[in-house]
């Protein structure tokens, strides 16, 4: 079983509409959780992190959390085509260095 | 200002060569990084140093040494190249753990293995 899990899509939605990316983990001592966009040819850039259970809101992103489930999940509402990318889920496991990424939803935002 | 920066962007090589890749940050990290992204997108942890120190060291094969300098700069060595070597090669720095964790990553460096 891989140690962070996401389908590879690709995930197409269209304009305006919510895309929800979905991430499970292995590891049940994992604190921290990210997500990164990564857009084609560029380096992964930080767009939500997330510690707790619940919900965390950061304009049209939201990150939801169920540590129980060994879940995370990404909702992007009013989808732009400037979304379009691939999302990265990314865990830390409390008192290490140690990232470890799944390997990326691919979104198209449909115009 | 770049905040991490990596030379060079691009290397095409041919197999059995041994190649350098230089990274520098200038956020003030003490920790950084090195993955390897492969084909199909996947981001794989190899090395990271925490102020000069090693403190992971993934199962790699030992033709690829990194050396950190300082706390500021990190570079990864890979002797006699492989064909499967052929990545983009990503250099990435963090606070230490008690802040955000968030990982900064360099703009990458595209290796090619002919």
């Known amino acids: 079983q891989k140690e962070v899990e996401q389908n590879s899509g690709p995930l197409s939605v269209p304009e305006g509409a919510i895309a929800s990316l979905n991430c499970t983990y292995s590891d049940r001592v994992s604190q921290s959780f990210f997500w990164y966009r990564q857009y084609s040819g560029k380096s992964p850039e930080l767009i939500m992190s997330i510690y707790s259970n619940g919900d965390k809101e950061d304009g049209r992103f939201t990150a939801q959390l169920n540590k129980a489930s060994q879940y995370v999940s990404l909702l992007i509402r009013d989808s732009q085509p400037s979304d379009s990318a691939t999302y990265l889920c990314?865990?830390?496991?409390?008192?290490?260095?140690?990232?470890?990424f799944g390997t990326g939803t691919r979104l198209k935002v449909l115009a | 200002d770049t905040a991490v920066s990596q030379t060079p962007k691009y290397l095409v090589t041919q197999m059995g060569n041994d190649k350098s890749i230089k990274c520098e940050q200038n956020?003030?990290?003490?920790?950084m990084y090195w993955y390897k992204q492969d084909s199909k997108k996947f981001l794989k942890i190899m090395f990271s140093?925490?102020?000069?120190?090693?403190?992971i060291n993934e199962t790699v094969p030992n033709r690829f040494s990194p050396k950190s300098p300082d706390k500021a700069h990190l570079n990864l060595h890979i002797n006699s190249l492989e064909l499967g070597d052929s990545a983009v090669y990503f250099c990435a720095s963090s606070l230490p753990l008690v802040d955000t964790g968030e990982l900064f990553f360099g703009e990458g460096s595209r290796l090619t293995v002919l």
């Open positions: 990314a865990v830390q496991t409390s008192g290490t260095y140690k990232y470890i």
């Open positions: 956020l003030g990290h003490d920790t």
């Open positions: 140093y925490n102020n000069k120190e090693l403190i």
